[in-house]
């Protein structure tokens, strides 16, 4: 009797609220959010136009919760990847051509997390870029190798160690030189400064809502709550958790993003050859030092290795989905990397590349997220837990942003106005 009184071990062990052990798709999707592409578009937004921008940072990010929440949902409350349930109402004519247009989104992806990597060994240990390329490209296989074996947890904490290294990496200089109080309020007053504004806005948009990442995270919920559904109350608590889940990762990588961009405005203003990753990084050296330009390229490599693993994990998910096709990802980590090779081979501006691909990302999104809106206020598809009207019109509002401002873009580009 006397022994029944006293607590085990496993009993005196603090208790870890069970919602943390459902969070870790969100951080896998977040990784989309601060890859090399962001890079490029907030450091030379900042650089070039101070605080002006703020606000697409604050929109886009405002705008990411709610469409990675809903990419989530869909894929815990029906059980199946929204390209899945895309392949399944599209003719097949219909299947390939939205494959299509998916497919050269990931690839313009894959293109800015190679040539970032890449340009990260450059700046740490003089790697030629077409080397790094292959480096960077090799290390994500082996993330890949260890996803297959060790499954989507332990890959979930590969992830979220190294969002802990970019997070560190990309907002270090901010302790040395804080950005403007009056600037930051500035910034988030929408206006533009011309058109290459507009192409940078679009650019920044298009590396903060990524559609692989919209693709992906209704794949990697479904995965990982794949019994969520045994009960009406199971799966309530499933689609709360996962709310945190997006809340919590989608706010940190918001808060990278925003401090790229701050980090640019506060200290390359007026500096020269800041257009790209390389001067940004030396100028950084210049006026911070370099054990601080260090910890940034250290993060920079983190985005890259990153990035390139999920964005590949999403291509394969949207080529199972629509095309009833499952290519290893080991084989499509090969394919994909052929194209940012060649790219750093011929010796293109890697940062120049970057920026264009990020503006390529954007004119995708519309078509993740006119079906995914569509699809999560099917009240027959989502039953009870279909949009609820907020949730519906910040969804719409949020792609009308996007299509309204790929238009004036489109049309500044085409007519030449600045």
């Keep these: ?194 058109s290459d504004s507009v192409m940078l806005a679009a650019s920044m948009l298009g590396a903060t809502v990524m559609p692989h990442a919209i693709y992906l995270h209704s794949a990697l919920a479904r995965d990982r709550h794949t019994t969520a559904r045994e009960s009406a109350a199971k799966l309530l608590a499933t689609i709360k958790a996962t709310r945190v889940d997006v809340v919590v990762a989608l706010l940190l990588a918001g808060v990278v993003n925003i401090g790229m961009l701050l980090l640019a405005a506060s200290t390359l203003g007026g500096v020269e050859g800041t257009d790209s990753i390389e001067g940004a990084h030396a100028a950084i050296v210049a006026t911070l030092g370099p054990v601080i330009g260090v910890v940034f390229a250290v993060g920079l490599l983190a985005s890259g290795l990153a990035s390139t693993s999920v964005g590949c994990y999403a291509g394969a998910t949207i080529m199972g989905g629509l095309l009833k096709v499952k290519l290893p990802l080991l084989t499509r980590r090969v394919v994909s990397l052929v194209p940012a090779l060649a790219m750093l081979s011929f010796g293109v501006d890697p940062t120049w590349a970057l920026v264009i691909s990020q503006v390529v990302l954007s004119f995708g999104i519309p078509f993740a997220l006119i079906p995914l809106l569509r699809l999560t206020s099917n009240k027959a598809l989502m039953g009870v837990h279909r949009d609820g009207l907020p949730l519906r019109i910040g969804a719409l509002a949020s792609v009308t942003l996007v299509v309204a401002l790929n238009a004036v873009l489109l049309f500044l580009t085409l007519t030449g106005s600045s």
Excluded: C, H
Excluded at 31 to 43: E, F, S, T
Excluded at 171 to 194: E, H, N, Q, Y
């Design 1 to 194: 009797m006397l022994d029944a009184k006293i607590p085990t071990r496993a009993a005196r062990r603090p208790q870890v609220p069970a919602a943390l052990f459902m969070l870790g798709p969100a951080f896998v999707a977040a990784i989309a959010y601060v890859d090399p592409g962001n890079v490029a578009a907030n450091l030379t937004s900042g650089a070039r136009y101070g605080y002006l921008l703020v606000w697409v940072l604050v929109a886009a990010n405002v705008m990411a919760m709610l469409i990675q929440y809903q990419s989530a949902k869909l894929g815990v409350v029906t059980g199946k990847s929204l390209p899945e349930l895309l392949g399944e109402r599209f003719s097949t004519t219909g299947r390939r051509a939205f494959w299509l247009q998916a497919e050269l989104v990931a690839m313009a992806t894959d293109l800015a997390e190679v040539v970032g990597g890449a340009i990260a060994l450059n700046l740490l240990f003089n790697v030629p870029l077409p080397l790094g390329g292959l480096i960077v490209g090799v290390a994500s296989m082996a993330m890949l190798t260890v996803q297959n074996r060790r499954g989507q947890r332990t890959f979930e904490s590969m992830i979220i160690f190294l969002l802990i290294i970019i997070t560190i990496g990309f907002l270090a200089g901010l302790l040395l030189s804080p950005p403007s109080p009056s600037g930051v309020v500035s910034g988030l007053l929408p206006r533009f400064d011309g």
